[in-house]
């Protein structure tokens, strides 16, 4: 059985860094060929991907985001974290992880839905 588990600290000062860690466990994450992400949900406001990191260790970023976003992994522990810097309060949400399946087209293979989300935590950016 697969499952995900986000921790991390629930409250952030502005301009600080958000680090959050996701540990799997049913399924290593070095596993052909899944992606696993960090979304998002700011509060009233919808789902937004943040970035991935797939089964090799490529990272893929939000562009929005990029400047201040880093995905890295420990395989051994089979745990990927994400690192958010200089936050202010626009970035307040509830942080999921997730495994996305993917969809093998011209070679490679691409992200196509979340089969797995861990349940969420809330982190608030506030001094």
């Known amino acids: 059985q697969v499952r995900l588990q986000e921790s991390g600290p629930g409250l952030v000062k502005p301009s600080q860094a958000l680090s959050l860690t996701c540990t799997v466990s049913?399924?290593?994450?070095?596993?052909?060929?899944?992606?696993w992400s960090w979304i998002r949900q700011p509060p009233g406001k919808g789902l937004e991907w943040i970035g991935s990191?797939?089964?090799?260790?490529?990272?893929y970023y939000r562009p929005s985001l990029k400047s201040r976003t880093s995905i890295s992994r420990d395989t051994y522990k089979d745990q990927f974290t994400l690192q958010l810097s200089s936050v202010t309060p626009e970035d307040t949400a509830v942080y999921y992880c997730?495994?996305?399946?993917?969809?093998?087209?011209?070679?490679?293979?691409?992200?196509?839905?979340?089969?797995?989300w861990g349940q969420g935590t809330q982190v608030t950016v506030s001094s």
């Open positions: 997730a495994r996305a399946q993917t969809t093998y087209y011209a070679g490679n293979y691409y992200p196509n839905w979340y089969d797995y």
């Open positions: 990191i797939d089964y090799s260790g490529t990272t």
């Open positions: 049913g399924v290593s994450i070095t596993t052909n060929y899944y992606y």
